[in-house]
């Protein structure tokens, strides 16, 4: 027995130590677990009893405390009240969006974007090929295959050979070349219906599983609007082209200048909203990484000394968007073809202003419509006012750099991060006017015209990413400092948790 008795704590060693809620019934753990937040009702208990032996504790409060805590109707109305707020909380997340929308979110719509970015460079090359009027028809569903045999590729020469473009541009064009701008057209619209199925589709996906702020969620449904609204704009543009009552008797067959420009700004405002939105999920995820950080980098930014350079910044976006928009007025009146030569127009640096101010575009008798009617349709008028545009962009850029770099509050005051994208605009302002000028100088070459399309959207995303860079997002500075109260809170809690104990 003696050996019996001195092996016992060797074998109490090594049995298996089982938690206490092992000896539990499961009914009484559920109700310990209940009333107890999760931890057991011991645990609690203990920790009063505690508080209760201290000899700094007014036992008379105490003593009132643990008779209102040990009460049948106290303990009913808290535990009701704990399990109502634990239940209503847990609704309310399954039901509400999130405050700030996901990362994939962000890569998605900057996806997106470069999506948008291809097909306007791609558009522009359909323009300049001249190959928009080979499809005669809109076919949103059924127009999404080719025609796949020869008495389908008959039908479709049959219904180019009866438009205005073949009977005056082409009238020697055979099958084979037909072919090839008809693929040109159908690959762009092919294309413009992957944009608009693979923003849709993902959209939905992203709100119905909660990973887009309300905001975020209204925002995209705007761009997927949009996205409809400008494959309405495509045919509405190609059918200007397609019908003699479309255009003046006599002149070139080719889409109105008007609706070219509608659906050019359309896909220029999808990428903006895109792109934009896109930088911003990501700035909100940086600086919501730390809160305290995020709200000295918002409040450096608040500074009224940048307030200058935040609203030149947002005035030099809207210059570059509306001189690439003159430049699809240029386009869609082949305006670059002629005056090929620069500074100068002719014999000076314009046109005389009788050639300018034409009265043959004028329309009405007392010629009210004579000013802007010339500016909008005159060739020689547009590509003047496409330059006028292009060198006060350019002076503009070249402006705000020489600010950015000797005003003493900008050198204090404008973030690293902000000069970096400063000079990436500068560098695509320099790219952009040495291809607008190579392009009018070679009588526009297809290579030469596209890749200057393709500058002015490189040239606008680098003014929107310094945009992104300095702007001051007042809902995220709202998130930041509630988080960052938050935290306050949790480390004040801390801290006195660890002086009671």
């Not at 009405?364 to 060739?379: F, G, I």
Request: charged share 15%; hydrophobic share 45%; with cysteine.
């Amino acid at each position: 027995m003696a050996s019996m008795g001195s092996s016992i704590p060797m074998f109490r060693s090594l049995a298996p130590r089982v938690a206490k809620d092992f000896f539990t019934c499961r009914q009484c753990l559920q109700t310990t677990q209940r009333f107890g937040g999760g931890r057991p009702f011991s645990r609690r208990f203990t920790a009063f009893s505690f508080a209760q032996a201290s000899p700094r504790a007014n036992s008379s409060s105490l003593n009132a405390k643990s008779k209102r805590f040990f009460s049948p109707s106290f303990r009913s109305v808290s535990t009701a009240a704990a399990v109502g707020a634990v239940e209503e909380g847990a609704v309310k997340a399954r039901t509400s969006l999130p405050k700030i929308s996901d990362k994939a979110v962000a890569y998605w719509l900057l996806g997106s974007a470069a999506s948008v970015f291809g097909i306007v460079v791609f558009g522009g090359l359909t323009r300049l090929t001249e190959s928009g009027l080979s499809i005669t028809e809109w076919r949103p569903v059924t127009g999404s295959l080719p025609p796949m045999n020869a008495e389908d590729w008959e039908s479709e020469f049959a219904k180019y050979r009866a438009s205005p473009e073949f009977q005056l541009l082409n009238p020697h064009m055979n099958l084979s070349e037909f072919k090839s701008i008809y693929y040109m057209e159908w690959i762009h619209r092919l294309w413009g219906r992957f944009v608009g199925m693979s923003f849709v589709l993902p959209a939905v996906y992203f709100v119905a599983k909660k990973k887009v702020s309300k905001p975020m969620a209204l925002r995209l449904g705007g761009i997927a609007g949009l996205i409809g609204f400008q494959g309405f704009l495509g045919w509405w543009m190609v059918k200007s082209g397609l019908k003699d009552d479309l255009f003046a008797p006599g002149s070139h067959p080719r889409v109105s200048q008007y609706r070219l420009t509608a659906h050019l700004a359309a896909a220029f405002t999808c990428y903006v909203a895109m792109l934009w939105n896109g930088l911003a999920i990501l700035r909100s995820h940086r600086l919501m990484a730390d809160p305290d950080a995020g709200l000295q980098t918002l409040a450096a930014l608040r500074d009224p000394k940048l307030k200058i350079f935040r609203r030149s910044v947002a005035g030099l976006a809207l210059l570059v968007f509306v001189t690439a928009m003159s430049g699809g007025l240029v386009a869609g009146l082949d305006a670059g073809l002629i005056y090929n030569e620069f500074p100068f127009m002719g014999n000076g640096l314009a046109p005389p202003k009788s050639e300018l101010f034409d009265d043959r575009y004028s329309r009405h008798q007392d010629q009210s419509d004579l000013w802007w009617r010339n500016m909008l349709e005159n060739p020689s008028l547009v590509q003047l006012d496409h330059r006028i545009l292009a060198m006060t962009t350019f002076t503009s850029i070249m402006a705000l750099w020489a600010y950015a770099r000797r005003s003493p509050n900008m050198k204090r005051f404008l973030p690293p991060a902000a000069k970096k994208g400063l000079h990436g605009v500068v560098a695509f302002a320099w790219v952009q006017v040495g291809l607008g000028i190579s392009t009018l100088l070679y009588l526009v070459p297809t290579p030469l015209a596209s890749a200057h399309q393709a500058g002015s959207l490189f040239l606008l995303t680098w003014v929107l990413v310094l945009g992104s860079r300095i702007w001051h997002p007042s809902r995220t500075a709202k998130l930041l400092q509630m988080a960052a109260k938050a935290r306050g809170h949790q480390v004040s809690r801390a801290a006195t948790t660890t002086k009671s104990l």
